[in-house]
């Protein structure tokens, strides 16, 4: 990458965060201290390392989906419930062998 081509990219990306696109916290557990703070957020996070934020899991799961699709697999979305919400992550996967 060119250093105009990086130039633009930043140059773009701070337009976006500064947009009302990136304004909002997309997490559903609301009541959690770090609600709408990223940076503490993801930094506690990668600390503890026992998931990832909810607003970052969508890159996990076209990942994962992609894995799974090359191990002959399907993956399928658990269902979100505000009672399991507090001790684990919104959205998880569970791989299936293909019938």
Known sequence: MEKEEYYQLIKDLRA???SEECKG???PKIQC???GDCYKCVRQHCINGNHVPNCLQFILD???ASIAEV???TVAKKSFSLVNSF????LYFS???RN
């Not at 001790?87 to 919104?90: A, C, G, I, L, Y």
Request: aromatic share 10%; charged share 25%; glycine share 0%.
């Open 87 to 90: 001790f684990n992550p919104s």
């Open 33 to 35: 201290e770090w609600h």
């Open 62 to 64: 076209e990942k994962i």
């Open 16 to 18: 976006k965060l500064a």
């Open 95 to 97: 791989a299936m062998l």
């Open 71 to 73: 191990a002959e697999m």
């Open 25 to 27: 916290c997309s997490c």
